[in-house]
């Protein structure tokens, strides 16, 4: 069976961040094949600027089409797509135009409101409740909606993290076990 696992980071969380990096290695170990779209050339300060965030948006969407011109979707069995905030809803938006969207399976962390305006089956979210980039309470009721698993890590921020450092790392541990649970 042939897989394949496509990142698609955030603005400023970029593959190269905890979960990204570590849900990265679970992938590997389960015999993915890696695609990393490290786009790039965001505006600066888009949180809470409605345009600059449309701007990002097409920005990333654009970028992870053209990084993504030369694979064939048809050719796996087994795809998951890893996003993260902005990437999310790119993420979303690639799957909704493939014509393997049901081998498409999704991992979503701190997704944006625009994520569910895609049709989105299988997947898994996890969001802060402290996230200042989305209305508190939005990102669970719209899995509920969906009937996506959420997992809600208590006061932390957009990138899954507390005031607390020995906190995070055990918050990261239990977001990979289940990433982990959702990859297998």
């Known amino acids: 069976m042939k897989r394949l696992a496509v990142f698609f980071p955030g603005i400023g969380y ?11 290695r679970l992938a590997e170990k389960h015999g993915f094949e890696i695609r990393l779209l490290p786009y790039s050339g965001f505006p600066e300060k888009v949180k809470g600027d409605k345009d600059k965030m449309q701007e990002s948006y097409k920005l990333a969407l654009k970028q992870a089409k053209e ?16 996003g993260k905030s902005i990437g999310t809803i790119v993420a979303a938006k690639i799957a909704s135009k493939s014509s393997v969207r049901d081998r498409i399976r999704f991992i979503y962390y701190t997704p944006l409101e625009e994520t569910f305006s895609f049709p989105v089956q299988d997947a898994i979210v996890f969001t802060g409740s402290a996230d200042p980039w989305v ?3 939005s990102i669970p009721a719209l899995c509920k909606e969906s009937r996506i698993p959420c997992h809600v890590i208590p006061n932390a921020n957009h990138s899954l993290e507390t005031a607390d450092p020995l906190v995070d790392i055990q918050n990261l541990n239990e977001i990979m076990a289940e990433t982990a649970r959702f990859i297998r």
């Open 14 to 24: 970029t593959v190269d961040k905890p979960l990204m990096h570590y849900s990265r």
């Open 67 to 82: 990084m993504l011109s030369d694979v064939d979707f048809e050719d796996y069995d087994d795809i998951l797509f890893v």
């Open 135 to 137: 209305e508190a309470g």
